[in-house]
């Protein structure tokens, strides 16, 4: 590692592990390090005596569970849009073929004390009990107007801005009721709060098209697919093209502590007594504590139990969510559950933008809804989002994963840092359509 | 993991063994009848695939490189998940990289797949017939124990020359003729995704 590189990646989550791979196939020299012996860093996936490890302080979990390498018990807990950001990277830079899929059974939501699932037909639509008869045929004109909607077409926009324009007063043109908006809002548009509604409905419409094109896509009852083996398998394939493309891996290595000049920039990053030199340092929070605020934490409990969760049409894997008003809280609620490499055994999650001290009180709307449990745990970890400048330091810095149950965001967050990285794409970026997206498909379509 | 129908067989291959010892050669030998001299560390390309016809089945291999992840010991699980073959090869001129390959063999034991067929390649054969035989007395005693460690690990062995071809299609052949023709039924086979035309909006969603 005793070598002068272009870039210095710090911590093989799956941020960090996306940056390495477009920027070594961008030709950039890359050194990737971690300080665990593992990959994924905060969202790897744990076998069931690391899980213990973490959790219960000793590796033996109990013999009834099975074997420990049947399980992939994801730390950050999210399903792929299925034709989302995430998908469009993966199959752009052809990372797609070092892993596999599996659809999602069904999307859920809590509406009135009852878990409904989310319509994924005309027919399920026509048979939810989500809104009385007359309320679906109001819906059903404003899901055609969103159909139909065409940003570079007027003609579609019915005579409205939507980036004028705000969610509120779009809906309140159809008429909807609150409990429809509260469906729309959260499950289809998945807002995690509802300060949506007083911003431009354009974002809303496009959240609600990226879920309808990704529910046609499999043809499956949610608009999510997941990696056959765990949530883990998506650094490492990143990680595989960065490696394919001259990326130098080393994990298992201590300290990783970045060097500075007197000017504040990164000169290198020093690991057992050895300095690799550098322009530039992409890392997690936690690799520089010092350039990081604490924006919010997420409370979770994981699950292990011998069933589906109830409701849900025995679906093996599967969202609920459950939106904030439903629960009297500020932000949503999400439950997230998977199965089949468990040995019949269901993993299920619950978590949220914690509000209070007490994940154990705080969770208990959502832990309600799983049923008995075989085991459980609870944790809380903070969220960090970096205060640097990285055009004077040239450090740049993720934002923690949040409670979302998705990658969009995450992913959002990759595309601003390679454009801030490379110079390569400019201006603000709208919620799917990424200007470094348009770029980077076109140099490696 | 090797899936049938119809007699074609889908099969992943993982190669592994020490830096130098041949990985990439023999793959580019076998994939697309080339040699470099100089092979550069593998870079670009770490993914082929190549078919070949056996007696009673078509056997698709898609092979992986290790793309270097070995080099410091950060070869990533996914690189061993649902391997139906690996090919484990040495130097045979390094006793080194003899020792490094049985550490893979462990290693492979230990992570991948119970049924998976395992070949030792002993490479760079081509210089046990340039050297003087003098020269060649630890290279005998290197091979001998080769054989022996194959036979008692249930692997199979042959001395393989990316650089003259020497048995390179031999050893993708027997692993072919070796992998289970029957599989169990998986019911987590799981689906890639592709890249395809313009989007039709179906009318299969809530929003139609």
């Not at chain 2, 290790?66 to 090919?87: F, N, W």
Request: with cysteine; hydrophobic share 40%.
């Amino acid at each position: 590692m005793d070598e002068e590189y272009d870039v210095v990646v710090l911590g093989t989550g799956l941020k960090e592990c996306i940056l390495s791979g477009l920027l070594s196939v961008d030709g950039l020299k890359v050194l990737h390090m971690d300080r665990n012996d593992y990959y994924g860093g905060e969202s790897t996936s744990l076998n069931l005596i690391q899980l213990w490890k973490r959790f219960r302080r000793n590796d033996k979990p109990p013999a009834h569970l099975g074997s420990s390498r049947d399980y992939n018990v994801d730390m950050i807990p999210k399903f792929m849009m299925a034709n989302g950001t995430l998908v469009r990277v993966l199959i752009h830079t052809d990372v797609t073929k070092y892993l596999y899929f599996k659809a999602v059974d069904g999307s859920f939501v809590y509406n009135k004390g009852k878990v409904h699932k989310v319509p994924a037909t005309d027919m399920e639509t026509l048979k939810s009990p989500l809104m009385g008869i007359f309320e679906k045929r109001r819906a059903h004109k404003f899901f055609i107007y969103v159909h139909d909607y065409n940003e570079t077409d007027p003609k579609t926009h019915d005579g409205m801005d939507l980036t004028r324009v705000t969610t509120r007063e779009l809906i309140a043109k159809y008429g909807l009721d609150d409990n429809t908006v509260d469906v729309i809002g959260h499950a289809l548009a998945l807002h995690r709060d509802d300060r949506y509604l007083d911003e431009p409905a354009l974002d809303t419409v496009k959240r609600m098209k990226l879920y309808v094109e990704s529910l046609a896509r499999f043809q499956g009852g949610s608009p999510y697919i997941y990696p056959l083996y765990g949530l883990a398998e998506l650094p490492q394939a990143f990680a595989r093209l960065s490696a394919v493309y001259g990326g130098t891996y080393m994990l298992n290595k201590p300290e990783c502590k970045v060097e500075f000049n007197e000017e504040g920039q990164v000169l290198g990053v020093t690991s057992e007594g050895e300095t690799a030199r550098c322009k530039k340092v992409v890392c997690d929070p936690s690799y520089l504590p010092n350039k990081v605020r604490k924006v919010g934490r997420v409370a979770r409990a994981i699950a292990i139990m011998s069933h589906p969760i109830p409701n849900t049409n025995d679906s093996h894997s599967v969202q609920v969510i459950l939106p904030q008003k439903q629960l009297g809280r500020k932000s949503d609620m999400y439950l997230f559950c998977c199965s089949y490499s468990h040995n019949g055994k269901f993993i299920a999650f619950v978590s949220t933008e914690a509000e209070t001290d007490h994940p154990g009180t705080e969770l208990k709307a959502g832990i309600d809804l799983l049923g008995p449990v075989d085991e459980i745990f609870f944790d809380i970890y903070d969220r960090y989002e970096p205060v640097n400048e990285p055009t004077l330091d040239n450090c740049f810095i993720s934002t923690s994963y949040d409670a979302t149950t998705h990658f969009e965001s995450t992913v959002l967050d990759v595309l601003n840092m390679y454009t801030m990285i490379t110079g390569k794409a400019t201006g603000s970026s709208p919620f799917i359509s990424h200007p470094a997206m348009s770029k980077l498909f076109q140099e490696h379509a | 993991m090797a899936t049938t129908g119809n007699k074609n067989i889908n099969a992943k291959l993982v190669l592994l063994g020490d830096v130098g010892a041949g990985k990439s050669s023999l793959v580019l030998r076998f994939v697309k009848g080339q040699f470099i001299e100089f092979q550069e560390s593998t870079i670009g390309a770490a993914f082929f695939s190549q078919t070949l016809a056996v007696n009673d089945a078509t056997v698709k291999f898609e092979i992986w490189d290790t793309a270097g992840q070995e080099r410091y010991h950060s070869l990533a699980p996914m690189y061993y998940r649902g391997a139906a073959a690996a090919i484990i090869v040495y130097d045979i001129t390094n006793q080194a990289s003899f020792e490094r390959a049985k550490k893979w063999v462990q290693e492979l034991q230990a992570q991948g797949n119970p049924n998976m067929v395992m070949a030792l390649a002993g490479n760079k054969a081509d210089l046990l017939d340039a050297k003087k035989v003098e020269a060649e007395a630890s290279t005998l005693v290197l091979l001998l124990e080769a054989q022996a460690y194959a036979q008692e690990h249930g692997l199979f062995f042959m001395e393989t020359s990316a650089k003259t071809a020497a048995n390179v299609n031999e050893v993708f052949y027997e692993i072919a003729k070796r992998l289970p023709r029957v599989q169990p039924a998986q019911n987590s086979s799981g689906m890639v995704l592709m890249d395809r035309p313009a989007e039709r909006i179906a009318s299969t969603s809530c929003c139609s």
